[in-house]
């Protein structure tokens, strides 16, 4: 059984950072590829970033490039999701995705992965 935990969420002002982290406990953490969602109320659940096994992959959504950082410690078990520059539109429930994958490639949609965490609340203030 994999089990997720995030943590680091918090209320920032709109300018302000954040750093998720995301533990995981699995005994072949380097076979996962890890994907970050986030859903809003009133909205559906939407793809932020993801990263491959190996680290060397990222994708990013559109409204967080530039702005998000996600990367991963395989010796930790753990992935990070850096948020730069938030603002109001980046409020929501922020979860952690694990995907056991045969190839290093970063998936993007959710119905990809196998493992969800209980999410952390990410709240900006205008």
């Not at 059984?1 to 072949?28: D, K």
């Not at 991963?72 to 694990?98: F, G």
């Not at 994958?101 to 969800?116: A, F």
Request: aromatic fraction near 12%; glycine fraction near 12%; charged fraction near 15%.
């Amino acid at each position: 059984q994999v089990q997720l935990v995030e943590s680091g969420g918090g209320l920032v002002q709109a300018g302000g950072s954040l750093r998720l982290s995301c533990a995981v406990s699995a005994r072949t953490f380097s076979r996962y590829a890890m994907g970050w969602f986030r859903q809003a109320p009133g909205k559906e659940r939407e793809f932020v970033a993801a990263i491959s096994r190996s680290g060397g992959g990222t994708y990013y959504a559109g409204p967080v490039k530039g702005r998000f950082t996600i990367s991963r410690d395989n010796a930790k078990n753990t992935v990070y999701l850096q948020m730069n520059s938030l603002q109001p539109e980046d409020t929501a429930h922020y979860y952690c995705a694990a995907d056991l994958r045969l190839t290093d490639t970063s998936p993007t949609t959710s119905s990809d992965y196998d493992y969800w965490g209980q999410g952390t609340q990410v709240t900006v203030s205008s």
